[in-house]
């Protein structure tokens, strides 16, 4: 064995301890982000929070008003300020800590543990596309763990921003770990050299934005959920029915129905244009890599599909009537047809596109 092969070979088996090492990090934090939860239900101001809100609201002090040498009482009006046709004017929950010392620190934990955890998991990374001297996106095994840290990533990203996203924590650090137990165990290959088509700077532009793309529409996909379980928590609540108290412990955390609805548009528009834009250059590599800009290979096609669901959720979302349940429908149909184009075209399809390695 030459000395190159022999440090190739070695800085794959350190990205494969790396990666085992992220997994264990990603597991305490998993535990850490249930202890947030679990401190945080015992917390009488995430079980009341929403009711407190809604009465400070319909107690409002009067305004005074000095006219002419006497004084007139008006009452305060109703400020709304989430509205949208078809939504309830309901307030934010709290958060997973419910407002407890001991709950945010928990989740203050399991912020740090996730940070480590990406770091761990991206020199993982670097090491894995080190040991074959390329990008680290020439299989499905090196997608899935460059998937995973990038999904990790946006949600780190939008904490760094300021954004009131934490009650992401918990499913997708639960993702993740499914994500890199898959990649380690079903989809996991050698290092090894790309085929001849692979090699183009366009592996780069297009995988990469590819890989993004998928990261930023799980986001979306679990926002589209949770959306659905607070929608129709919401929906009893004004019904007049008493839902378990399990329920309405997470439930009242959580951000309002408008709010992870507005949410979920918002991320899912942001990167639809880098979604049509990873199309493109798909196609540009096809030309220079085949002949022809497109075939209808099943992954073209099944991206194209990708493609139009998530058109048809933004112009649905964007039009009155398509607001809310039957939007966030399409969206999670949408993040279906994407996970089927990545497994299923990849595991169960021959095209050209057959790069799983498994």
């Known amino acids: 064995m030459t000395l190159a092969a022999a440090t190739n070979e070695n800085l794959a088996n350190i990205s494969n301890t790396l990666i085992y090492s992220a997994m264990a990090v990603y597991t305490l934090a998993f535990f850490a982000y249930i202890a947030e939860w679990t401190f945080g239900s015992r917390s009488k101001v995430g079980r009341t929070a929403a009711s407190l809100t809604a009465g400070a609201k319909s107690a409002a002090p009067a305004v005074t008003v000095k006219s002419a040498g006497g004084t007139t009482v008006l009452d305060r009006p109703q400020v709304v300020t989430r509205a949208a046709t078809g939504t309830r004017d309901v307030p934010d929950g709290p958060g997973a800590a419910g407002g407890t010392l001991k709950g945010d620190l928990y989740g203050r934990i399991a912020i740090s543990l996730s940070v480590l955890a990406f770091a761990v998991q991206a020199a993982g990374v670097l ?154 250059a798909g196609a540009i590599w096809a030309g220079d890599a085949w002949g022809r800009y497109w075939g209808w290979d099943p992954k073209e096609t099944w991206s194209f599909i990708t493609w139009v669901a998530y058109a048809c959720y933004l112009h649905a979302r964007a039009t009155a009537g398509w607001k809310g349940r039957k939007a966030a429908y399409l969206a999670l149909l949408a993040f279906a047809c994407w996970l089927f184009n990545y497994y299923g075209v990849n595991i169960f399809v021959t095209g050209k596109h057959s790069y799983a390695g498994v």
């Open 127 to 280: 090491a894995r596309g080190l040991s074959v001297q390329r990008v680290p996106w020439g299989n499905m095994y090196e997608f899935n763990i460059t998937f995973s840290t990038v999904a990790t990533g946006v949600y780190l990203g939008l904490l760094a921003l300021r954004k009131n996203v934490r009650w992401i924590g918990l499913p997708l650090t639960t993702m993740v770990l499914l994500d890199l137990g898959v990649a380690v165990t079903v989809l996991y290959t050698e290092s090894a050299q790309l085929v001849p088509a692979l090699h183009s700077y366009w592996l780069v532009i297009h995988v990469s934005t590819a890989i993004f793309c998928g990261a930023v529409f799980y986001v979306g996909a679990m926002s589209t959920t949770l959306y659905l379980f607070r929608d129709s928590y919401e929906s009893k609540v004004a019904r007049g029915d008493t839902p378990g108290r399990f329920a309405a412990s997470v439930m009242e955390r959580l951000p309002s129905a408008a709010t992870l609805d507005k949410f979920t548009y918002r991320i899912n528009a942001a990167v639809f244009p880098l979604w049509t834009f990873t199309i493109v």
